[in-house]
């Protein structure tokens, strides 16, 4: 969070404060002692649910409705932190409406605030005023992939002024301000504020002397590492001693207190659905296999778990017992629509996705998590992972339930290995952008899906 971040931090505290105080007296409640105290302590949940949701960073690069959805994550915390205290104070007389008013109106008075502001600044911006000038050093496909973004997004507040570069490309026309040796004269006459450096490969000392000339002048200096030719699109840089160090892919759930986070979820979430659901719900299915054929109620398969390590994975049986998964050629036989090897009963268990459900006693016991890459079977994953470079990336974390290639619609039989890989797309992104909320909107998702049927659930 730099200085205009902590400003922003600030007037959203006054407006929080406007909230309670508007909130109390909508709901007849005379503020005391104990609400002042419920009221800092508010204000520093706000603090630090901003700093995990990054509400306020870099003003200039987020859209409005990035920072509107960023609010409801806050605002819901702000929600469970009231509840709490309520429940602490045994206060259950103006307790429901009393959040209920603080949660609403906080929502419309930084929804209505954060606005204006966004309008202010574009504004500005508009005519010219509160804009950085940019110079791009580098007319590679880098560099001109960050103009074009700069172009198109007025938001961001920057003005691209020119380009230095070793040549001058026919396609810039007036945009070609001079050779990279020229830097000084360039920065000094037309007043640059940054200076952005994305060339794709350095002569010797070309970047000390860039960084010199700018420092000389008070330019800050930026440089976009060539780190596209990776099969990533996440990077987190890092010091490690006196080194910076740059992972290649970057995982939140490397951290020890989002790993809690998404267990304790997993685990509050698993225990709701079994005591409310799986509880009536397993013996209705039980007796429906063991009428509709031979064999166990349960089907206990080996797959890969976090860290390709094997785990022994639960379903509801959906095939006839002993049935074949391998074909003659000795390859794994995916389950197909219209598949003989599926029972009557599995067959609608596997279209509405309710021969899962066990696997939620895999979540309770650890091995998997209710969101994450599906688990595939142990010959799948043999057969697949020489043919997709990156498949392995996808056991980085705990197998779930669902996951968000399967609530995009990825889901079933991939003879087609363009399929698979587009699951796989879907598996990474998910593991390099993972968020609870991310989580919650894939179980909707899920959920939805469940309801209305999907094609390719069989």
């Known amino acids: 969070m730099k200085g205009l971040g902590y400003y922003r931090l600030l007037s959203d505290f006054i407006f929080i404060f406007v909230s309670f105080e508007m909130a109390s007296t909508m709901s007849g409640r005379e503020l005391s002692r104990l609400d002042w105290g419920m009221?800092?302590?508010?204000?520093?949940?706000?603090?630090?649910?901003?700093?995990?949701?990054?509400?306020?960073?870099?003003?200039?690069?987020v859209k409005f409705i990035d920072e509107f959805l960023l609010l409801i994550p806050n605002l819901m915390i702000q929600m469970m932190v009231l509840v709490t205290a309520f429940f602490m104070l045994d206060d259950r007389v103006h307790a429901r409406k009393f959040v209920f008013l603080y949660v609403?109106?906080?929502?419309?008075?930084?929804?209505?605030?954060?606005?204006?502001?966004?309008k202010i600044a574009q504004l500005r911006r508009l005519k010219g005023k509160s804009l950085?000038?940019?110079?791009?050093?580098?007319?590679?496909?880098?560099?001109?992939?960050?103009?074009?973004?700069?172009?198109?997004?007025?938001h961001y507040g920057y003005k691209v002024v020119g380009f230095v570069d070793a040549f001058k490309p026919v396609h810039l026309n007036g945009m070609y301000k001079g050779n990279i040796s020229e830097i000084e004269e360039i920065v000094n006459r037309m007043e640059v504020d940054e200076v952005i450096v994305a060339l794709d490969k350095f002569e010797d000392g070309q970047l000390d002397e860039i960084i010199r000339v700018n420092e000389k002048l008070a330019v800050r200096t930026r440089i976009i590492p060539d780190y596209f030719r990776f099969n990533s699109s996440r990077f987190s840089i890092e010091m490690f001693g006196k080194y910076p160090v740059v992972t290649v892919r970057h995982e939140p759930l490397e951290?020890?207190?989002?790993?809690?986070?998404?267990?304790?979820?997993?685990?509050?979430?698993?225990?709701?659905?079994?005591v409310f659901i799986f509880s009536w719900l397993f013996p209705i299915i039980a007796i429906l296999?063991?009428?509709?054929?031979?064999?166990?109620?349960?089907?206990?398969?080996?797959?890969?778990?976090?860290?390709?390590?094997?785990?022994?994975?639960?379903k509801f049986r959906s095939m006839r017992t002993n049935a074949p998964d391998i074909d003659k050629t000795g390859k794994f036989m995916q389950a197909g629509q219209d598949d003989p090897r599926i029972t009557k009963v599995g067959k609608f268990l596997r279209k509405t996705n309710l021969d899962e459900?066990?696997?939620?006693?895999?979540?309770?016991?650890?091995?998997?998590?209710?969101?994450?890459?599906?688990?595939?079977?142990?010959?799948?994953?043999?057969?697949?992972?020489?043919?997709?470079?990156?498949?392995?990336?996808?056991?980085w974390v705990k197998p779930g339930i669902t996951g968000l290639a399967q609530a995009n619609g990825y889901r079933g039989e991939t003879t087609d290995f363009n399929l698979m890989r587009k699951r796989v797309h879907f598996d990474i992104w998910y593991i390099e952008n993972w968020t609870f909320w991310l989580d919650i909107k894939i179980i909707f998702m899920t959920a939805y899906n469940m309801i209305k049927g999907e094609p390719t659930a069989y």
């Open 132 to 154: 950085r000038k940019v110079l791009i050093v580098g007319t590679s496909e880098v560099g001109m992939s960050f103009y074009e973004m700069i172009n198109n997004s007025h």
């Open 357 to 395: 459900f066990p696997q939620f006693l895999n979540v309770i016991l650890g091995d998997m998590s209710v969101v994450g890459p599906r688990p595939h079977a142990v010959k799948h994953n043999i057969e697949t992972m020489g043919k997709i470079d990156n498949y392995l990336v996808r056991h």
């Open 39 to 61: 009221l800092l302590f508010l204000m520093v949940a706000w603090y630090f649910s901003s700093k995990a949701t990054n509400l306020y960073d870099d003003f200039r690069t």
């Open 289 to 314: 296999i063991k009428l509709d054929s031979k064999g166990p109620v349960l089907f206990v398969q080996e797959r890969w778990g976090r860290g390709s390590k094997p785990i022994k994975c639960f």
């Open 104 to 118: 609403g109106v906080s929502l419309v008075i930084l929804t209505v605030k954060k606005y204006i502001a966004k």
């Open 255 to 274: 951290y020890f207190h989002w790993r809690v986070l998404k267990r304790a979820f997993d685990i509050v979430f698993s225990l709701l659905v079994c």
